[in-house]
Nanobody
Framework: QVQLVESGGGLVQAGGSLRLSCLAS????????MGWFRQAPGKERESVAG???????????DYTESVKGRFTISRDNAKNTVYLQMNSLKPEDTAVYYC???????????????WGQGTQVTVSS
């Protein structure tokens, strides 16, 4: 069982930056695939970024097209934490951001097993 707690959301002006954190409890954090998702009002939840365990200490990352070059996902396994650094924020980035985790035997495209409660990010124009 993995519990996830997000933090770092808030209100920021367009062009500003925020860093979201997701603290995970439970064992074997370093081998779990981790992802960030977001859901804006009236819209479906979408994947923002993922960081995937490839074996040993190797990870791969991917991003949705709209955030490439602006957002960076990273993890600190010693702290059981995954981060989402968000730069050059736009009003359309406004959403509730969720952290998610899935077991290492799941594929990159499979559903996530565990979800956090979400943190609100609001970008004003």
């Amino acid at each position: 069982q993995v519990q996830l707690v997000e933090s770092g959301g808030g209100l920021v002006q367009a062009g500003g930056s925020l860093r979201l954190s997701c603290l995970a409890s439970g064992r074997s954090f370093s081998t779990h695939h981790m992802g960030w998702f977001r859901q804006a009002p009236g819209k479906e939840r979408e994947s923002v970024a993922g960081i995937y365990w490839k074996g040993g200490t190797t990870y791969s990352t991917d991003y949705t097209e709209s955030v490439k070059g602006r957002f960076t996902i990273s993890r600190d396994n010693a702290k059981n934490t995954v981060y989402l650094q968000m730069n050059s924020l736009k009003p359309e980035d406004t959403a509730v951001y969720y952290c998610a985790a899935k077991s290492p035997w799941r594929s990159i495209t499979s559903a996530y097993d565990y979800w956090g409660q979400g943190t609100q990010v609001t970008v004003s124009s």
